[in-house]
């Protein structure tokens, strides 16, 4: 019997033979053909199984672990979740048309990224999430929740929630959740080994006659704009710092303000101001939907081997689910997907000569170069591999 592992347990194989991967992968491509009605009657169940939660008393458990992710709103995800579980359900039912369902598991896949973490999944899955749930129960559909339904659910990797290159089902989303935790509380330090290099700076700063007659400087020019409890944030930058916006503008008192606090935590390597206390840039480790950022601020003199927690990177990087590369195991892969584009070339010309059965893999396995031994599992192999992603 075969399992995979999802966020809080093992699924395991029915009697059928069939896992929910492979329940969901049938799902997939559902739109050309009919719905099943194993699908219908099992949406409740598989989708229950697939977060981890019984179907006795869902609602408490899923509460309890809504109220423990960082920036999840609780309130707004259990009405999503409530909709899935309760509502969509006899919405499949009623309707029974593949277009209905195939954009119900897109929902449940947003509602899944959000139960697994909020940073997985471009932002925000609640938005995609709320979204789809608005056009699932409408009878003339937006087109592109037809096209967003597609590009989540067309191409699952059977069992593992592979979505193209990304992933939908993370390997570890605990590590990502307690990432997000880390940062939600600003402790960015876990992936710092040399601290007292922060410390050093931050002290030298907060002892800085410059710094401090600047500040004062900018309090009295901006009296309403920086007598405030909350954190005065500088303008942040965006990913890769391609895309500036309009960047400093003079036209109106709260954007001139912006300029000049923006040119004074440039000057000082800082985030923000809590008050009088100056809030310096940390390096930081982030995870996103697209990759893992790591950021080293300005002013640490950076020694790659000593000064970050590779172990700890390496962690949350390898959270989403990741193959091993190098340079034996990327070429092997190459040189297999090298062959399996021959093999499918050879398959075609072998049929249009007429070769059937053992005539037609000893045909291929002579052209490819390969030992023919009457044994044509690989051969086999590679036509059946030739018409699967190759993305595992």
Not at 143 to 171: H, S, T, W, Y
Not at 262 to 281: H, Q, S
């Amino acid at each position: 019997m075969n399992s995979f592992k999802t966020d809080n347990n093992w699924i395991l194989n029915d009697k059928s033979g069939l896992s929910l991967g492979t329940e969901f992968g049938l799902v997939c491509g559902i739109c050309a053909g009919h719905v099943k009605a194993t699908m219908i009657v099992d949406f409740k169940k598989r989708w229950l199984k697939q977060f981890g939660i019984p179907s006795t008393n869902w609602r408490k458990i899923a509460q309890k672990h809504l109220n423990d992710l960082p920036f999840a709103e609780p309130s707004a995800i259990m009405a999503l979740l409530t909709t899935l579980f309760d509502k969509v359900p006899q919405l499949i039912k009623d309707r029974q048309d593949p277009k209905t369902l195939q954009i119900a598991e897109a929902f449940a896949w947003c509602c899944y990224s959000i139960w697994q973490c909020g940073s997985a999944f471009p932002s925000f899955p609640e938005n995609y999430a709320e979204y789809l749930c608005s056009e699932l129960f409408k009878m003339d559909r937006q087109p592109e929740a037809d096209l967003i339904a597609g590009m989540l659910v067309a191409d699952i990797k059977v069992g593992r929630g592979q979505c193209g290159f990304n992933k939908l089902i993370l390997a570890d989303p605990q590590a990502v959740r307690d990432s997000e935790r880390r940062i939600h509380e600003g402790q960015f330090e876990f992936y710092l080994n040399a601290q007292e290099k922060y410390d050093e700076y931050l002290c030298y700063l907060q002892e800085q006659p410059e710094f401090k007659a600047e500040w004062a400087a900018i309090k009295t020019a901006f009296p309403k704009q920086t007598n405030k409890p909350d954190i005065l944030h500088r303008t942040l930058l965006q990913e890769r710092n391609w895309e500036r916006g309009p960047g400093a503008q003079f036209d109106t008192l709260p954007s001139r303000f912006q300029s000049v606090f923006d040119l004074f935590c440039w000057k000082y390597f800082l985030w923000g101001m809590r008050g009088d206390e100056p809030l310096l840039m940390k390096p930081s480790v982030v995870f996103t939907p697209l990759g893992t950022s790591i950021f080293i601020p300005g002013y640490l003199s950076f020694d790659a081997k000593r000064d970050l927690n590779f172990s700890a990177i390496n962690k949350i990087h390898k959270a989403r689910g990741i193959r091993r590369q190098g340079t034996g195991f990327s070429e092997s892969r190459q040189k297999f997907i090298s062959m399996e584009k021959r093999a499918k070339a050879l398959n075609a010309e072998a049929l249009r000569l007429g070769f059937r059965g053992d005539d037609r893999y000893q045909f291929i396995t002579e052209k490819l170069g390969l030992a023919s031994t009457g044994d044509y599992r690989q051969i086999r192999k590679l036509l059946q591999k030739s018409n699967k992603s190759k993305i595992d």
